[in-house]
């Protein structure tokens, strides 16, 4: 064997036992975030002579400071920044002591840049908030405070910075120490460890500092090297999403994944979250050899003892602590697109490793992070905070995020600019489905569709009251089965008589009357069956919704167009006659808007054609697709 | 179908295994950990991955962690060497004895047009050298194969601008970087989306540092080029730095001679444009002791990166890894 094939000597080894710490720094603009982190890379030998050599040069042509060195000027990395003297993105850096190694999310101050926060706070454990001592609490701190409590970091250092400009008053740490204790009671913080220090100056940074002999804990780099703060993951129940299927051969099929808490053993029964399908642990794969066993955190690849068909996007779990598997669920957004979101928008949602259309279904509210209170909204602006309802197109399985910072997590996905839209969270006890349990389903919607010898699709008739839904799905119906196919005709109508008799006419009522319907037309398709929908359903974002229930191109949205007054002179139910004499509220068309298609598969201008002409087209689309 | 050969790592032992798994330290552990659910984000997501193989220390800590990541599989993508013509000799024996070894898919892509126009490291300018050789090769080989993402070695410890990189870093048409046009990257949960045209820069090992990688090659017995651990060499002292003569094409200034000294190296580029350093770590545990007590970073020995301040984030800016 050459020598370069051959390993190292490999004998006891130096940083056998290091651990790591994932921290971020937030405060307000002056605060002096950079200094410290760059105070904490030089007092932890982390900075490189030639390192020196550059900021000192950088400090006497970019700094701000009247220091030789500026150790801000360690951090600024992009040439835009630096010259407005702004940090304006997040920055990683790293340093380590023989006890733990540290990466450290460097994040703004400004308000702006919520989301470069939320991003910091996403992967650390804990957070140090920096204050002035001069200034105290400010609208920043209180802010930054409740972000990263939502983001669930429980632990946090109050780092009261530039003690020495107060002339290490113990008074004024204590009345900081105070003021913070009061506002972050709610925040559910398992630890806040209060320490005044200068970054500047390096008191009670790495060594306690002599000129502050009335605070009697630790200084940051020993607070930071201690705080224990990963236990949670490794309690929690299993959950392992399935990343990749590895099938070398026929022979192997591997699943292999990050374990995203809890413990997986060889042995240990097993359950799919979304079908429920059961199995055990077979093996637990390596490179090295079998394992017997590992724990969150760890990338592995699990074989089982059944055949069982998994993809990406499923979720291995412990049968007895399941996920919740749902389309709907509550959960507070972080807004990061530059495009406000309301009702009815549309995504790509990420969580997991499965990626699912999905739907904001309702805006609830905005989070007042001065105050901690929740206001009521429609709608969230770049760097808002608020609890939202998402309905996805398939079920998915998750945990809520006070429970579980991986399976209560997602992001969404604008679908045309491909941005990161927002960082979601999914919240506790409001959702219905909670401790339902899919049953595996032995026959399949395919199986079903395979004896009918078609594909199910579901033709959805939109359009004012009058113009002509229910007249053409009547004729299509009849085509459809004269040419021996198998069908369903929901007319919206005759749906209020039965399932939907609870229900009146406001926008509210009208959203569940779609949503109900597009359930049961879903249902319908699973059956096998081609669906014919005949329904005013005026807003949009209830259609998108009934679309996503169905797979990519299985719902075809059909715009039956008439002219307003064309609609009203037919009048062939006599609403608008009603409406006109007071009898009838909310008409649509007359009282309430009607938002026609933006993509329909098919538009039927019924001033145009006759009926049968219409139903023509739309058979012609249906054949195409079955 | 018996397991395809290139899963099999070439001197590891069952015993040696057991060893290695328990000496991984906590923090260890979880970098690997980290760098292979993203190398397995990288093949589940994209149609057409491939691995930067520069064949220096981090790329051979990466493929290290794609043999792991995808056993009893081999990598499910090729291995890409940008070959300036002017690497090290000895870096293209370890290429070829890892890739005959492994059974690696390798690719290697030189900018032979610029290398026939005279292009060299003597009497280019070394900023545009670098661009014609290295980013431009790069770019060129990524459009050849219609690659849409590629995992690169690049550490945010190594220097600033990498430091605001994100994992998942977003190429532009023509590869360009916009640092101020980065998703945020939340959780486990990288946005791997691309619209037509796009094209992603993938780095499974940004949060390792300089010592991490070392004491990680140390703990799994990576094999490594021999030009890490200090040998006797020839160098001639040029601008404060120690240029190793690897072939005839040295060119000599005024009064240079070459000296017989004991060096390593910390990074492995075109070796008339890469410094070594005088060191007496023979072997990688001497390496780890002689960084846990450096006093310059790693990328001091590049004169590439002397050049301007901001250098790195303007040749990310056009393309470069």
């Known amino acids: ?626 | 179908m018996s397991p395809p050969a290139a899963a099999q790592a070439p001197k590891i032992t069952p015993s040696g295994d057991a060893v290695r798994r328990s000496s991984l330290s906590p923090h260890l552990q979880r970098l690997e950990d980290e760098a292979i659910h993203i190398l397995r984000e990288v093949v589940a997501e994209y149609r057409k991955p491939v691995m930067l193989y520069s064949v220096g220390k981090d790329s051979s800590v990466m493929l290290h962690l794609a043999l792991k990541a995808f056993y009893p599989a081999p990598p499910p993508f090729p291995f890409l060497h940008i070959a300036s013509g002017w690497d090290f000799q000895a870096v293209l024996r370890h290429r070829d004895r890892i890739a005959a070894a492994y059974g690696l898919d390798l690719l290697v892509h030189s900018n032979e047009a610029a290398a026939r126009a005279g292009v060299n490291p003597f009497d280019t300018e070394t900023g545009e050298y670098s661009r014609l050789m290295l980013t431009e090769a790069l770019k060129d080989a990524l459009d050849l194969h219609g690659f849409d993402a590629a995992f690169g070695g690049g550490r945010r410890d190594e220097e600033k601008a990498r430091a605001k990189e994100r994992i998942f870093s977003l190429r532009a048409s023509g590869h360009v970087w916009d640092p101020r046009n980065q998703r945020p990257e939340l959780w486990r949960l990288f946005n791997t989306r691309l619209s037509p045209g796009d094209t992603m820069r993938v780095f499974p090992l940004s949060n390792w540092t300089e010592l991490d990688v070392w004491t990680y090659i140390q703990a799994e017995s990576i094999p490594i080029v021999p030009l890490y651990l200090a040998a006797e060499r020839m160098v001639v002292e040029r601008d404060g730095a120690l240029i190793a003569v690897d072939d005839e094409r040295m060119r000599f200034q005024e009064g240079e001679n070459t000296v017989k000294r004991r060096v390593r190296f910390r990074t492995l580029g075109c070796w008339p444009l890469t410094g070594a350093i005088a060191s007496a770590a023979t072997d990688v545990r001497g390496v780890i002791a002689e960084l846990l007590d450096a006093r310059s970073s790693e990328r001091q020995g590049r004169l590439v990166d002397a050049a301007s301040q901001a250098s790195m984030e303007r040749k990310k800016r056009e393309g470069y890894f």
């Open chain 1, 1 to 626: 064997m050459p020598d370069a094939l051959a390993p190292p000597a490999n004998d006891a080894l130096p940083l056998q036992t290091r651990s790591e710490l994932r921290f971020l720094t937030c405060g307000s603009v002056d605060d002096g975030k950079s200094t410290l982190i760059g105070r904490l890379i030089s007092d932890t030998s982390g900075l490189h002579d030639d390192q020196i050599d550059a900021l000192r040069d950088d400090s006497r042509r970019f700094g701000t400071t009247e220091d030789e060195f500026d150790f801000a000027l360690l951090l600024d990395g992009l040439e835009a920044e630096r010259e407005q003297g702004i940090t304006i993105d997040v920055a990683y850096r790293f340093f380590a002591t023989p006890r733990r190694a540290f990466v450290v999310a460097d994040t703004p101050g400004h308000q702006q840049y919520t989301r470069n926060m939320a991003t910091g706070a996403s992967n650390a454990e804990l957070a140090i908030l920096l204050v002035d001592a001069r200034k105290g609490l400010v609208e920043q701190t209180r802010r930054h405070a409740a972000i990263v409590s939502l983001l669930g970091i429980r632990h946090i250092v109050l780092a009261v910075n530039k003690i020495d400009l107060v002339d290490y008053a113990e008074a004024r740490f204590r009345e900081i120490e105070a003021a913070f204790a009061a506002f972050a009671t709610p925040l559910g913080f398992h630890s806040v460890v209060a320490i005044p220090l200068s970054a500047r100056r390096g008191d009670n940074v790495a060594a306690a500092s002599p000129r502050t002999p009335w605070y009697a804990g630790p200084p940051l780099l020993a607070h930071l090297e201690t705080v224990e703060t990963g236990l949670d993951a490794a309690e929690a129940p299993l959950r392992f999403p399935v990343q990749w299927v590895n099938r070398p051969n026929g022979d192997f099929r591997g699943f292999a994944g990050t374990v995203s808490s809890g413990r997986v053993a060889v042995g240990d029964p097993v359950v799919v979250a979304g079908s429920g399908r059961t199995s055990r642990v077979a093996r637990i794969v390596s490179l090295g050899g079998d394992l017997p066993a590992v724990s969150a955190g760890r990338s592995v690849t699990l074989t089982l003892t059944d055949e069982v068909d998994l993809v990406r996007g499923d979720v291995i779990v412990d049968p007895r602590r399941r996920p919740t598997v749902s389309r709907r669920f509550a959960a507070d957004l972080v807004w990061m697109d530059d495009a406000p979101v309301t009702a009815g928008k549309r995504f790509l949602l990420k969580i997991g490793t499965a990626t699912v259309p999905a739907t904001v279904a309702r805006v609830a509210d905005t989070l007042n992070v001065e105050s901690l209170r929740r206001d009521p909204a429609d709608r969230l602006d770049l760097n808002a905070i608020g609890r939202v309802e998402i309905e996805v197109a398939q079920p998915v399985a998750f945990d809520s995020y006070a429970e579980n910072r991986h399976t209560g997590a997602f992001i969404l996905i604008d679908r045309s600019t491909l941005r990161t839209a927002a960082a979601g969270m999914v919240s506790e006890g409001f959702d219905a489905a909670r401790d339902v349990h899919r049953h595996a389903e032995t026959v399949t919607p395919a199986a079903r569709a395979g004896l009918k010898a078609q594909e199910p699709v579901v033709v959805w008739l939109t359009g004012l009251p009058g113009s002509g839904k229910s007249t053409i799905a009547n004729i299509v119906e009849s085509r459809l089965i004269a040419l021996g196919r198998h069908t369903m005709l929901l007319d919206g109508d005759n749906l209020r008589q039965g399932l939907n008799a609870d229900l009146g006419f406001d926008a509210a009522a009208r959203s569940e009357n779609v949503r109900r319907v597009g359930e049961v037309a879903k249902l319908m398709a699973d059956a096998g069956l081609i669906v014919i929908v005949a329904l005013v359903s005026p807003f949009q974002a209830d259609r998108t919704r009934a679309a996503a229930l169905l797979p990519e191109g299985r719902f075809l949205e059909i715009h039956v167009d008439a002219p307003a007054d064309l609609c009203r002179q037919r009048d062939p139910k006599g609403l608008y006659a009603q409406a006109d004499a007071g009898k009838l509220m909310n008409l649509t068309g007359r009282d309430q808007r009607y938002e026609p298609p933006q993509d329909p598969a098919l538009v039927l201008r019924t001033g145009e054609l006759s009926p049968e002409q219409a139903a023509d087209r739309v058979v012609s689309l249906v054949l195409e697709k079955v």
